[in-house]
């Protein structure tokens, strides 16, 4: 994939924005604030149509990119659903107060699975207080585990560097 190239030489300042084309010929729009919008040409021709009255009075003007047809459809169902719940609103309250959602919930907390994440909260928790109460210990602790694992690593550099020089021979 190719990057986008933006041109200073082909920028300009158009109604308080600063406007540039890049290499796939589309608009890049910064505004006063640093808000970044990509339009193309359609997109920024329709702005600048929108608010030619604006740009002969030398006012700033705010580029708008349009919805594409999946924010639309999402929209428009959130707004269906909220006109459902409105008309039925009496039926879903009956509904979650009927659900066994608590019900799951309180199985799900009371559970042996819930009881491992409780301890090892509890555990890490407390091992994080007694750093903070003994840091020269929890020092002395972390440099002993970081030489071990410093060792380890420098062995098995070793053992990877004899297994190669045996096939020199």
Do not use: C
């Not at 639309?72 to 879903?92: E, H, N, S």
């Not at 907390?109 to 994080?128: G, L, W």
């Not at 053992?159 to 021979?169: A, T």
């Amino acid at each position: 994939m190719k990057a986008e190239m933006v041109s200073a030489v082909n920028s300009s300042i158009i109604g308080g924005n600063l406007v540039q084309i890049d290499n796939k010929n589309r608009y890049h729009v910064t505004d006063k604030k640093g808000h970044k919008k990509v339009l193309t040409q359609d997109e920024f021709r329709k702005n600048i149509e929108n608010n030619a009255d604006k740009l002969k009075a030398g006012e700033d003007i705010k580029f708008k990119k349009p919805m594409s047809f999946w924010q639309k459809a999402g929209l428009a169902i959130l707004g269906l659903g909220t006109v459902a719940g409105v008309i039925y609103r009496k039926d879903i309250a009956s509904f979650f107060k009927n659900s066994r959602t608590k019900e799951v919930l309180t199985n799900l907390v009371n559970s042996d699975s819930a009881a491992k994440v409780k301890s090892a909260a509890q555990n890490a928790k407390t091992k994080a207080q007694e750093a903070i109460k003994n840091p020269k210990d929890t020092l002395h602790k972390i440099d002993e585990a970081v030489a071990k694992g410093t060792e380890k690593v420098i062995n098995g550099f070793a053992k990877v560097i004899d297994f190669f020089k045996g096939f020199k021979k």
